[in-house]
């Protein structure tokens, strides 16, 4: 079983819809949560950080539930420039980050 | 936002070369950086991590006298993939945290290798 498991998707999202998928990880250590975005051939960028209480970035909505173990990340109001990869990612303590294989999502027109 | 540099971005090499990858903070002084590989249509997998002034730690699996890791400063990490053969190549990214703060990781551009 991988450590941090994603839907490989791909999420075919119409433009101004919302898209919402998760991610489940194994380590009940685990310390802090983050959802990354990794466009095509290049490195991963820090979309936000996920807490525990929730939280929202502008059109980006992220849940933590620690007791099921699960991240979630929802995109309101989808836009063409949001077609990427997303990883979740798990710290687990002295910077050593666990990454998810990735949620492709592609947003058309 | 803090920038950490790759060089080279791409490399294409024979089969047994030795190839070297650097990693700098441009911005930051990094006590902490991180190698990472990544196959296609897979997750980023932590290789090792690197601490200046010290030896690397590696993860298990990964063999430490294939890909050697130099850390010899605050701003410059280097792996070098030795007898590289072509089942080594792949995407490797390297990470930086700062030495204060908030201990973000910055990710560099990536490195693009492969061997024929």
């Known amino acids: 079983r991988k450590e941090v498991e994603q839907d490989p998707g791909p999420f075919n999202v119409p433009e101004g819809a919302t898209v919402a998928f998760n991610c489940t990880y194994s380590?009940?250590?685990?310390?802090?949560f983050f959802w990354y975005r990794q466009d095509c051939r290049k490195e991963p960028k820090l979309l936000m950080s996920?807490?525990?209480s929730g939280n929202e970035d502008g059109r980006f909505t992220a849940q933590l539930n620690r007791a099921s173990q699960y991240i979630s990340l929802l995109i309101r109001d989808s836009k063409l420039s949001d077609s990427a990869t997303y990883l979740c990612v798990v710290n687990l303590g002295w910077g050593k980050l666990q990454f998810g294989a990735g949620t492709q999502v592609v947003v058309t027109p | 936002g803090a920038v950490v540099s790759q060089h080279p971005s791409r490399v294409i090499c024979k089969s047994g070369t030795s190839v070297k990858i650097e990693c700098r903070s441009l911005d930051f002084q990094a006590t902490t950086m991180f190698w990472y590989r990544q196959f296609p249509k897979q997750s980023l997998m932590l290789m090792a991590t690197s601490n200046e002034g010290s030896k690397a730690t590696y993860e298990q699996g990964v063999e430490k006298d294939k890909f050697l890791i130099n850390h010899a400063s605050l701003t410059l990490s280097t792996l070098t993939v030795t007898s590289a053969h072509p089942e080594d190549s792949s995407f490797y990214i390297c990470?930086?945290?700062?030495?204060?703060?908030?201990?973000?990781?910055?990710f560099g551009p990536g490195t693009r290798l492969t061997v024929l």
């Open positions: 380590n009940s250590a685990s310390q802090s």
């Open positions: 990470s930086a945290r700062e030495a204060r703060g908030e201990y973000t990781q910055y």
């Open positions: 996920v807490y525990s």
